[in-house]
């Protein structure tokens, strides 16, 4: 109980690369949260010459490193989708101050989408909410609280008493404080959903993803990526994977 945290978060301070590197225009933002904390962040704007991208996606990451291990897919993103892409690291990550712990997480994230909403000015309906492993657990906490298009989760877990089980049997689940209880949460979603989830992902049982899936309400689309990884989707089936966003991209009204 004593070390739970540094069994959940690998945080990084040190960044991998950085947008300047690799020719991204950004804007680079300190939130401050309701709590105190300051909260890196970068805003990424899509190179677009049209009337402006339809989709602005709010990434939440994972448990390991930061949000500079995730500009290669927010490259992508953009290019693929024409979407902007808002990253922020959760406290202790990164420029983040502060440590990680499960509210702490939903704090940030409320925080980040108030930058998108209130600061930026821009339309709740056109975010779509992003959650990558343990980051789909913050996403899905914050689709429960705010208005947004859509929620798309990669390599979901049940909760954290089901991936105490997998990856640390020898700890008594009883003993375990940090819920982040996707099962008991997702049956009132109210936004689409997108569910993508690799079948060689040695992290998150593919049958935990199966079980969040099957217990969401309508409208939701699984795809269950063949040799996929945990969270590598992209890499292993990358034409699959950029026409799935984008269908369920223009199947949002």
Same mark, same amino acid.
């Given at each position: 109980m004593l $070390?739970?945290?540094? %069994?959940?978060? $690998?945080?990084?301070?040190?960044? &991998? +690369? =950085?947008?300047?590197? *690799?020719?991204?225009?950004?804007?680079?933002? =300190? *939130?401050v949260t309701q709590d105190g904390e300051r909260i890196h962040a970068w805003f990424l704007p899509a190179n677009t010459t049209g009337p402006g991208p339809r989709f602005t996606v709010?990434?939440?990451?994972?448990?390991?490193?930061?949000?500079s291990d995730r500009l290669d897919r927010t490259l992508l993103m953009q290019?693929? #989708?024409? +979407?902007d892409v808002l990253l922020f690291d959760y406290r202790g990550f990164g420029k983040s101050s502060g440590?990680? =712990?499960?509210?702490? +997480?939903?704090?940030?994230? /409320? /925080?980040a989408h108030r930058y998108?909403?209130?600061? /930026?000015?821009?339309?709740?309906?056109?975010?779509?909410?992003?959650?990558?492993? %343990?980051?789909?657990?913050?996403?899905?906490? #914050?689709?429960?609280?705010?208005?947004a298009a859509a929620l798309v989760l990669e390599a979901p877990f049940t909760s954290i008493r089901d991936m105490a089980k997998e990856v640390y049997p020898f700890v008594p689940t009883t003993w375990v404080r940090t819920h982040y209880d996707n099962l008991g949460k997702i049956p009132r979603l109210g936004i689409p959903l997108l569910v993508v989830h690799g079948t060689a992902d040695l992290t998150v049982p593919l049958e935990?993803?199966?079980?969040? $899936?099957?217990?969401?309400?309508?409208?939701?689309?699984?795809?269950?990526?063949?040799g996929a990884g945990h969270t590598d989707a992209y890499v292993v089936a990358p034409?699959?994977?950029? &026409?799935t966003w984008r269908? $369920? *991209? &223009?199947?949002?009204?």
């Open positions: $070390f739970e945290e540094k %069994l959940i978060y $690998f945080p990084s301070r040190g960044f &991998s +690369t =950085t947008p300047e590197a *690799l020719g991204l225009r950004h804007d680079e933002l =300190t *939130l709010l990434m939440c990451h994972g448990n390991g490193g930061n949000i290019v693929k #989708l024409g +979407t440590s990680p =712990t499960e509210q702490g +997480t939903y704090e940030d994230a /409320r /925080r998108l909403v209130r600061e /930026r000015g821009l339309d709740a309906r056109k975010i779509v909410l992003l959650g990558e492993s %343990l980051g789909a657990a913050v996403a899905l906490d #914050l689709a429960l609280e705010v208005e935990q993803g199966s079980r969040l $899936f099957d217990a969401a309400p309508e409208p939701k689309v699984f795809f269950e990526v063949e034409d699959r994977y950029w &026409s269908d $369920f *991209l &223009s199947s949002l009204s």
